[in-house]
């Protein structure tokens, strides 16, 4: 893809990471994504729009509200960065319209998914919902002879999930579940390496756990498995493909 596209994918996905960290915050507490205004969390005075500018606002603030001189958490560039690095790794490294459309509806959901997970254990049917709806829109609108194959991916890796869900309730949630479904939508035939490597990240993130606090409290700590299966998602996005052809030729 042209360079003048990747930039631009770069800007947009700043804009929208200023949006999702939004959605991150608004969405679980049940709040309008629309109104009020963004405000300081420490003194509630509205943010002006040229102190909303993406990442540069909160490097020229030093990272502080204008009015109080509150903290503000570094989660918000980083939200904004990591969305804008995705958006352009995504048109950089696909040149059909699917593949563009698909990996862009997949990092716009996983950004905010992790942030919620990992702060409140939950991943919101808000997100994986119009995530899927989307996905499937646009195999339609761009694919229309591979939906068949899409909706089976997507089905299976609902599927697996679920059936892990009801033999381990205490480790899997239902909106894993529900992500790994939008991740088969989404991934096709790569969700297998995605799914793959998310189970043997939680596998050792789980034993650093025991190594610390020992088997029984470790046993006890809950782990959102939700940015595991983001990490997943997002190698096998770039990578995923090939995996899965490296394993055909060698072991089929």
Same mark, same amino acid.
Request: net charge neutral; charged share 15%.
């Given at each position: 893809?042209?360079?003048?596209?990747?930039?631009?994918?770069?800007?947009?996905?700043?804009?929208?990471?200023?949006?999702?960290?939004?959605?991150?915050?608004?969405?679980?507490?049940?709040?309008?994504?629309?109104?009020?205004?963004?405000?300081?969390?420490?003194?509630?005075?509205?943010?002006?729009?040229?102190?909303?500018?993406?990442?540069?606002?909160?490097?020229?603030?030093?990272?502080?509200?204008?009015?109080?001189?509150?903290?503000?958490?570094?989660?918000?560039?980083?939200?904004?960065?990591?969305?804008?690095?995705?958006?352009?790794?995504?048109?950089?490294?696909?040149?059909?319209?699917?593949?563009?459309?698909?990996?862009?509806?997949?990092?716009?959901?996983?950004?905010?998914?992790?942030?919620?997970?990992?702060?409140?254990?939950?991943?919101?049917?808000?997100?994986?919902?119009?995530?899927?709806? !989307?996905?499937? *829109?646009?195999?339609? &609108?761009?694919?229309?002879?591979? =939906?068949?194959?899409? $909706? #089976?991916? %997507?089905?299976?890796?609902?599927?697996?999930?679920?059936?892990?869900?009801?033999?381990?309730?205490?480790?899997?949630?239902?909106?894993?579940?529900?992500?790994?479904?939008?991740?088969?939508?989404? !991934?096709?035939? *790569?969700?297998?390496? &995605?799914?793959?490597?998310?189970? =043997?990240?939680?596998? $050792? #993130?789980? %034993?650093?756990?025991?190594?610390?606090?020992?088997?029984?409290?470790?046993?006890?700590?809950?782990?959102?498995?939700?940015?595991?299966?983001?990490?997943?998602?997002?190698?096998?996005?770039?990578?995923?493909?090939?995996?899965?052809?490296?394993?055909?030729?060698?072991?089929?």
């Amino acid at each position: 893809m042209e360079a003048q596209y990747v930039a631009i994918a770069g800007v947009a996905g700043l804009l929208a990471g200023s949006f999702l960290n939004v959605v991150a915050h608004r969405l679980p507490r049940g709040e309008s994504l629309v109104r009020p205004r963004s405000r300081c969390p420490g003194c509630g005075s509205p943010v002006r729009p040229y102190d909303n500018v993406p990442v540069v606002s909160w490097l020229l603030l030093r990272g502080r509200c204008r009015a109080c001189g509150e903290p503000i958490s570094a989660q918000y560039p980083l939200v904004e960065l990591a969305t804008g690095a995705l958006w352009a790794a995504v048109v950089a490294a696909r040149d059909d319209e699917i593949g563009i459309a698909l990996g862009l509806i997949l990092v716009t959901a996983l950004v905010p998914i992790v942030v919620i997970d990992l702060e409140r254990r939950l991943i919101p049917n808000l997100i994986t919902g119009p995530a899927a709806v !989307l996905a499937v *829109a646009a195999g339609l &609108a761009f694919a229309i002879d591979d =939906v068949p194959e899409q $909706l #089976a991916w %997507g089905a299976g890796a609902f599927g697996f999930f679920f059936l892990a869900a009801l033999a381990y309730r205490r480790g899997m949630g239902m909106g894993d579940v529900k992500l790994a479904g939008v991740l088969g939508l989404c !991934l096709g035939r *790569a969700v297998i390496p &995605a799914i793959l490597m998310a189970l =043997v990240a939680g596998v $050792l #993130a789980g %034993g650093v756990i025991i190594a610390r606090l020992g088997a029984r409290e470790g046993r006890r700590t809950a782990v959102p498995f939700g940015p595991f299966l983001a990490l997943g998602a997002i190698v096998a996005l770039f990578a995923g493909d090939e995996m899965v052809d490296w394993y055909e030729d060698r072991f089929l």
